[in-house]
């Protein structure tokens, strides 16, 4: 019985060797399950801009005047002439702010306060096309400090022939007790003097509505505006900027020539001299 329960006992333990060791082999020949891997491509790379692009300045066109002779058509004779030896045709004022007074065959305009506006009319003759010429001495004048030359000027407003001691010049239409409007922009001029003292001729040639000025012989610029078309008067004047608070401008030598000429009526639009351009050789 004993020898019988043995055999069964040991069958036993056969069968949980057996099991045992195949459970064994099992797990070592189990083949280990490997991690998915990602087939998509990588993602691209940011690339490094060592000289990033910057924007490109657009070039600021500024146009000049130039001194191309322009022709004076229809200029006749002399009307009338001034050498400034009496003040019987002008207005003079004397005051703590300034003064007009002719003395020694000149107009003289001095100022002692800064944006102050003065300026003196001649009675006659009243003039609609004309040409006209005056010498300016800006004896003291500096900066945005002004002078020039007024015409076709009544009771209420005036063009203003303008030239600036930063050596611009333009053309304004004052309105009494009105800020000026300007007609044509500022531009640099070689013949405008820078500061002072100097000396520079004033030529204004009107034909019904066309303007064209000149310094020194030299054209400068044209103008067509129809506000003021009657008949008016001349004058000259100065004016202190903001920043200057005294200035002296004499004026002498003033010319009067009729003109007989028919202007047509272009755009009503400033014109200026194109500056000329070089071309490159081949």
Request: with cysteine; hydrophobic share 40%.
């Amino acid at each position: 019985m004993r020898f019988k329960h043995f055999r069964v006992f040991g069958f036993v333990l056969f069968t949980i060797i057996f099991l045992s060791l195949s459970a064994c082999e099992a797990e070592e020949t189990r083949p280990e399950l490997a991690l998915p891997v990602d087939a998509s491509p990588a993602p691209p790379t940011a690339t490094i801009q060592w000289f990033p692009p910057t924007a490109t300045a657009t070039p600021q066109i500024v146009q000049h005047n130039t001194s191309t002779p322009a022709p004076l058509p229809g200029v006749g004779e002399i009307i009338a002439t001034d050498d400034f030896s009496s003040d019987s045709a002008w207005n003079t004022v004397e005051s703590e702010e300034g003064s007009i007074i002719i003395n020694r065959n000149r107009i003289t305009i001095a100022i002692k306060s800064p944006e102050t506006h003065f300026f003196s009319l001649r009675n006659e003759p009243l003039l609609d096309d004309f040409y006209a010429e005056i010498d300016a001495h800006p004896a003291r004048c500096t900066g945005g400090d002004s002078y020039g030359f007024l015409f076709r000027a009544n009771d209420n407003a005036m063009y203003r022939y303008a030239l600036a001691c930063d050596g611009t010049v333009r053309l304004e239409l004052k309105k009494i007790y009105n800020r000026p409007r300007i007609l044509a922009e500022p531009i640099g001029s070689a013949d405008v003097p820078l500061g002072s003292p100097d000396d520079v001729r004033l030529g204004v040639w009107v034909a019904g509505t066309e303007m064209r000025f000149y310094l020194n012989d030299h054209y400068q610029f044209s103008v067509i505006d129809a506000q003021l078309r009657d008949a008016g008067t001349i004058g000259v004047f100065s004016e202190t900027a903001p920043e200057n608070g005294a200035m002296t401008v004499t004026f002498s030598n003033l010319v009067l020539h009729s003109v007989g000429y028919v202007s047509p009526t272009p755009t009503i639009t400033p014109t200026k001299t194109p500056v000329p351009t070089s071309t490159e050789r081949e």
